[in-house]
């Protein structure tokens, strides 16, 4: 219990918030310039994002950590990497799409989701939607060497959204996630259909006890495994 402990608290300390999966807004994708190896996607802010926003800062764009580069006529620029193209929804975006929003985290500032890095792990099927009462619930298909991270009642981050996940099938590799009327309003989920993509980030402390954990028994199982060929 107490390297538990200790293996909690060390991924804490260690651990940065850029986001907190509290989308404040959905923005349109005014145009996209496309160069080799690289997209600049421009993207029009009100005044409420663009408050106090300069070159260099880091944005979060459907859960993908962007820094501006250019600030003109009420619109930011974002220069998308071939890398972030291909791992990401955003190499999908077109004219006129729009894209979850989030500015990074300031300092002090309440977490009102889970500490989001903006770092992407990759893209995940949405197999279906549901549309009970006053929900939106969306079943999600994570890739299979991913499944060892995500619990019940944990979190997850999809399209730069902090989602508690619910009916876990570790066999099909399924969960889904309950969105409220609040959350729909502010964020592109009620554009999705099934078969669409969205971009996730799994839980970064609960991967460091997950690997920290899975790295000890291996350990062990292979000390005792040599002390029985000496034995």
């Known amino acids: 219990m107490l390297a538990l402990q200790s293996l909690l608290s060390a991924s804490s300390q260690g651990y940065c918030i850029m986001y907190t999966g509290i989308v404040t807004g959905t923005f349109c994708v005014q145009s996209i310039v496309e160069r080799p190896g690289m997209s600049t996607l421009i993207i029009e802010l009100d005044a409420q994002h663009l408050d106090g926003l300069q070159c260099g800062a880091s944005v979060g764009i459907n859960g993908v950590c962007m820094t501006v580069t250019k ?15 291909q791992r990401t929804t ?10 979850n929003i989030e500015r ?7 977490v009102g989701g889970h500490p989001i890095s903006g770092h992407v792990d990759g893209m995940a099927e949405l197999v279906h939607i549901e549309q009970p009462a ?3 619930v969306m079943t999600v298909k994570l890739p299979a060497a991913y499944t060892r991270y995500v619990f019940n009642k944990g979190f997850i981050a999809l399209n730069g959204c902090s989602l508690t996940v619910s009916e876990l099938d570790k ?3 399924t969960f889904k996630v309950y969105v409220i009327p609040e959350t729909l309003r502010l964020t592109t ?9 969205v971009n996730f980030e799994i839980d970064r402390q609960t991967q460091i006890i997950v690997d920290t954990l899975r790295e000890s028994l291996v350990g062990i199982v292979d000390e005792l495994k040599a002390e029985l060929r000496r034995g």
Do not use: M, P
Request: charged share 25%; glycine share 10%; net charge negative.
């Open 90 to 99: 955003l190499g999908q975006l077109q004219e006129g799409d729009r894209v």
């Open 134 to 136: 006053n929900n939106w």
């Open 189 to 197: 989920f009620n554009r999705l259909r099934a078969g669409d993509y």
């Open 71 to 85: 600030i003109a006529d009420k619109c930011a620029h974002f220069d998308a990497s071939i890398e972030t193209l």
């Open 171 to 173: 066999t099909a590799g």
């Open 104 to 110: 990074s985290a300031r300092a002090g500032a309440e």
